[in-house]
């Protein structure tokens, strides 16, 4: 189904010749610019600090989208059109003098909705807002994309947002978390609240625990000098894992509008149980891994990966958590995240309770509960798990099968990605997806008495061999409870 295109925009992306932009941003504007979602009167603008000409940013920006936009779907008249739509302007982003270059260009024949994307460290956030609002080039319809980390703990992070929101209302600020664009994140609401059969079974008297994953195959690759002054925890766990399990826990909003969805997430972060400090070590663990196979190639250890004889940074967090809420007393929600797994998936499992009572006894296989698994990478699927009969003589015989729903089968026809989603929500401004002021602040507030407890606990990361599922302590996490991770493929 063709896009609704939207009003036209100057989207002006500051680091537009860095990783992040060359990767996944101009990537998912070729699209939306394929899918003719873009207004051909908007320009894409590119800040740099370095000088470049117009056919360099073309061709900078040509070599990278061709490593990231699928053979099928380029197109090089398609691709000539949208490259006519790019603009560079050479900004240093803490340097008053050298916006002139970047207002002269939005002055000229301005659009109506400009959208100011900081791909650049958090740290300069406040003083790129402060010189786009003294070079008055913030208006009533700008909208300003913040992207993570934002901020190391709950001091640095208002630090940060408040220097934004002395240049821009709250309304205006989008801090963006591409997990929540993901197709399947977003058909958990529909699955929930459109579907009867599954909103009467979601609470604790149906379900016995959550399980949320989030692994990945790779290693710290060139992040190294970032993600040890991060870890798992702040990287991972505080943002993309707490907004999954948000999605999971959220009563029903009254309707799906900004508001009403971020009123019901903050509820479910504010219900989130501190842990003690004296079950800081029986209720999380952290990892950290050592040489390994992955992929059938040998993998070093995370102190080779970032070139530093000892660290104590944790490149693996498991969590058992509770929501203290009507809804969820008593239910477990596991979360798990980690570098140099097995296998790269995310995944959240809903395991319902067994049946109440076995009606077949005797027999080889009892009745399996039902699990319903939503995976969200790298294959998007909803699995629902049910135990049937084997078919043919000789009495009951028991076996657990899938209903399927793969959205390649399903929806034959390519689906935008997340970063073409939320660029997009951003340029109509629907702020749905992205994250409050009040959200954030939850979440570190939550995730920094773990923090805090590891610190007090003087608790090190346990080694794990690169290429497995993780430290053993967290196959005890949930071994204690009687349960154990969902790793069937």
């Given amino acids: 189904m063709a896009a609704t295109m939207l009003d036209p925009a100057d989207i002006v992306i500051f680091g537009g010749t860095g990783d ?44 990278h989208c061709k490593n990231y936009i699928s053979k099928d779907d380029w197109d090089d008249a398609i691709w000539k059109d949208f490259a006519k739509h790019l603009h560079y302007a050479q900004v240093d982003a803490q340097d008053s003098t050298s916006y002139k270059s970047l207002a002269k260009i939005l002055d000229d024949s301005p659009r109506e909705i400009r959208m100011f994307y900081l791909a650049t460290p958090a740290t300069i956030f406040g003083s790129i807002c402060e010189e786009l609002r003294a070079h008055e080039l ?19 992070f208002r630090s940060i947002n408040n220097a934004v929101l002395k240049c821009v209302d709250e309304s205006q600020v989008y801090r963006i978390d591409h997990y929540l664009g993901k197709e399947t994140v977003q058909n958990l609401m529909v699955l929930r609240f459109s579907n009867n059969i599954f909103e009467r079974l979601w609470s604790s008297d149906s379900v016995d625990h959550v399980q949320i994953t989030v692994a990945e195959s790779i290693g710290v690759g ?7 002054k ?32 971020r009123d019901e997430k903050l509820k479910v972060l504010r219900s989130l149980r501190p842990i003690p400090q004296q079950e800081i070590g029986s209720n999380t663990v952290r990892g950290q891994y050592r040489t390994g196979t992955v992929d059938g190639k040998p993998a070093q250890t995370y102190l080779e990966d970032i070139e530093k004889g000892a660290s104590d940074t944790e490149t693996f967090v498991a969590i058992k958590a509770h929501v203290d809420n009507w809804r969820w007393s008593g239910v477990p929600f ?23 009572h076995n009606i077949f006894p005797g027999l080889t296989s009892e009745p399996v509960a039902n699990k319903l698994i939503i995976r969200l990478q790298p294959n998007e699927i909803v699995k629902l798990q049910m135990t ?11 076996k657990p099968v899938f209903l399927n729903l793969s959205f390649a089968d399903a929806f034959n026809e390519r689906y935008p990605d997340a970063y073409e989603r ?40 346990q080694p794990y061999t690169a290429g497995s599922w993780g430290p053993s302590d967290s196959f005890v996490l949930m071994a204690q409870d009687g349960n154990k991770w969902h790793e069937d493929f």
């Fill in 422 to 461: 939320l660029l997009m929500d951003v340029v109509r401004g629907n702020p749905t997806l992205f994250m409050r002021t009040d959200e954030v602040e939850a979440a570190w507030n939550w995730t920094e008495n773990i923090l805090h407890g590891w610190e007090h606990a003087r608790q090190s990361p």
């Fill in 334 to 356: 596991y979360l798990r995240t980690g570098k140099r797994m097995a296998q790269r998936y995310s995944e959240i499992v809903i395991q319902f309770r067994p049946v109440p």
């Fill in 388 to 398: 049937t009969k084997v078919p043919g003589p000789g009495g009951y015989r028991l």
């Fill in 222 to 228: 060139s992040r190294g000098g970032y993600y040890d």
């Fill in 138 to 156: 913030i208006t009533p319809t700008s909208r300003v994309v913040l992207e993570k980390p934002l901020g190391y703990d709950m001091t640095s």
């Fill in 230 to 261: 991060s870890g798992a925890m702040r990287d991972m766990v505080q943002n993309h894992l707490l907004q999954l399990l948000c999605l999971v826990a959220m009563e029903a909003p009254h309707e799906i509008n900004p508001d009403s969805v």
């Fill in 20 to 63: 992040l932009s060359l990767r996944k941003i101009m990537p998912a504007l070729y699209y939306r610019h394929k899918e003719e979602q873009l207004n051909p009167a908007g320009r894409i603008i590119a800040i740099g600090r370095g000088a470049m000409t117009h056919e360099e940013l073309v061709a900078l920006i040509l070599e």
